[in-house]
């Protein structure tokens, strides 16, 4: 199986050749899915500790659409992911933090056949997977308050408590749109107008390619011409107003915008024609026709998004370029996660759930096949390096310290609590090194894109070489407490493994730990050196 650990040349290193040597042994002592491969038939042998020595049954739904169209194909999918994996998985795609040591040894120990559904049910509840969901969404609506975008605090801090609110609430999706499109009133106070000022500028095309990106998974600009200003109608009667108070703005529907007639007949992407008046916002109009469960525009945007966010790609991919010349990969699964939809009346957490239970979405990383097609119709749970405020609250939480994050100009003394979670910060425009190192999204163009998932040079180097990550290893209170704590050997080194990859290690590993102990005669430099190679592993890095 091919790996993807990378070890610096000696010279250049100012690490200790014994930490450098044990990332190595550890690398080639366990069987990480560093990166999927083509491994054989379903026959051969399991990949220990992180796939179960059968493959996932076939049932109904989503599986059954799934699985029938990889059998058309003469695709082989991928076993069944093992408990540890699934556990740590869960975590961290359904609320973007890593499972304690303590929680991943329960769900380990938890005998009951359903314990899987039971977890999703806990995880979709927890306060995180409000704070995780408000994230990804303030990326596509880019709730920054500075350059270029510039809400500025006031109206950044409104836009995020009414999504954050919404995320919250379970607000139903169709509901959550319209309020987007439609409401009125000062930026200050009602989050969502903000939407219409998080543009390059306001003119009506550019807030009709705002709309289509994000409502619609279409990319407007590549329209016919006469296609995208006929749309643009519908937002032609917004209307900014000034107040007295230091960057507040009144957002609302002005009628004398309309022309001298008083009417306007505007032609919608699905060719629906719609008369506008000037007694009724044309907003509402258009998010009438947005919304309707029978637009296919809408409903097919928001659950090939939700199935990006859960899968790592979308059924069209890229999630936000849906257009004729780019076919989902498995038309009948688009239309049975629309159809889910629907029936639940536009309920995200239940489309979720749907998915996060299917054994598509619980197959291991380890594909059985290395045809391209294969990722395209998901055979395999498909590895991605975490987020980097998931990465940087991991870190945080496995040591037990915190990050410091600032805002620009013109807020440089913004209050940012120590205990500060990444995946919780508010505004696009608090920020820090690390998580502009690691590929956060700057929010300027609400493209799915603009969020950097791949491992760089310079990150890998970071992870090994940085006196940041050395800090928080050697001061950090939950690791010093560990190394305390009485017990044995095997305890700690138990307690590390499920603290980080959430499982415990392997025989193969624990000779290696013992070896390295030995050769170090050192039991503390040992534990850091342990935690360090263990945070520079691809299956801690990696989603998988």
């Known amino acids: 199986m091919s790996r993807s650990f990378t070890t610096p040349p000696r ?31 379903a026959n051969g042998p399991v990949i220990m500790p992180y796939e179960m020595a059968f493959t996932a049954e076939c049932t109904e739904g989503i599986d059954a659409v799934v699985f029938d169209r990889l059998q058309q194909l003469g695709i082989e999918r991928a076993r069944r992911s093992s408990d540890a994996v699934f556990v740590r998985r869960a975590y961290l795609d359904v609320i973007g933090t890593l499972p304690t040591a303590a929680e991943a040894r329960q769900f380990l120990q938890d005998r009951r056949p359903e314990k899987r ?3 999703i049910d806990q995880l979709l509840a927890r306060d995180e997977f409000t704070d995780y969901w408000a994230m990804k969404w303030s990326d596509v609506l880019r709730v920054k308050a500075e350059f270029p975008v510039n809400l500025w605090p006031n109206a950044a801090q409104a836009y995020y408590r009414w999504i954050h609110t919404a995320v919250r609430d379970n ?35 550019v807030i009709a390619r705002t709309v289509a990106l994000t409502l619609m998974g279409a990319r407007a600009e590549h329209w016919p011409e006469q296609q995208l200003a006929t749309m643009a109608l519908c937002f032609n009667t917004i209307g900014y107003k000034a107040t007295g108070e230091w960057k507040e703005e009144i957002v609302y529907f002005d009628p004398n915008k309309f022309p001298a007639s008083g009417l306007a007949v505007a ?65 009948e699964l688009l239309t049975l996660l629309e159809h889910e939809l629907v029936a639940a009346h536009y309920d995200l957490k239940q489309l979720m759930r749907l998915i996060l239970n299917s054994q598509t979405y619980q197959l291991s990383s380890i594909a059985r096949s290395d045809r391209p097609e294969a990722a395209a119709n998901f055979a395999s749970y498909p590895l991605r390096r975490l987020d980097a405020e998931v990465l940087i609250d991991a870190l945080n939480q496995i040591t037990g310290t915190t990050e410091k994050y600032m805002s620009a100009i013109p807020e440089p003394f913004t209050y940012i609590p120590d205990d500060q979670r990444a995946i ?16 956060r999204p700057q929010r300027d163009t609400g493209l799915e894109a603009e969020r950097t998932p791949r491992m760089s040079a310079s990150q890998r180097l970071h992870l090994l070489n940085s006196t940041q990550v050395q800090r928080k290893l050697e001061q950090g209170p939950k690791l010093q407490s560990l190394l305390r704590a009485k017990g044995s050997p095997k305890e700690f080194v138990d307690t590390l493994y499920f603290s980080i990859l959430s499982r415990p290690p392997t025989d193969e590993e624990r000779l290696a730990i013992g070896a390295h102990g030995v050769a170090t005669r050192d039991g503390r430099t040992t534990a850091l050196d342990l935690a360090w190679a263990l945070i520079n592993s691809a299956e801690f890095l990696y989603r998988h």
């Open 11 to 41: 010279a250049a290193s100012p690490l200790p050749w014994p930490l450098l040597s044990l990332i190595l042994v550890l690398a080639l002592a366990s069987n990480r899915p560093a990166q999927a491969v083509g491994s054989g038939s």
């Open 267 to 331: 032609t919608l992407p699905d060719k629906t024609v719609v008369n506008l008046a000037r007694d009724r916002d044309p907003r509402e109009v258009f998010a009438d026709w947005l919304i309707d469960p029978r637009n296919p525009w809408f409903t097919r945007a928001i659950v090939n998004r939700v199935w990006s966010w859960l899968l790592g790609r979308g059924i069209v991919q890229e999630p936000d370029d849906i257009r004729p010349d780019n076919p989902p990969s498995n038309p």
């Open 424 to 439: 919780a910060l508010p505004d696009g425009s608090i920020t820090s090194t690390f998580l502009e190192m690691f590929g």
């Open 171 to 205: 607000l139903p999706y169709d509901r959550f749109a319209r309020e987007l499109l439609t409401s009125n009133g000062s930026n200050f106070r009602v989050g969502p107008v903000n939407f219409y000022r998080a543009l390059p500028n306001r003119e009506p095309q």
């Open 117 to 119: 559904s039971l977890l």
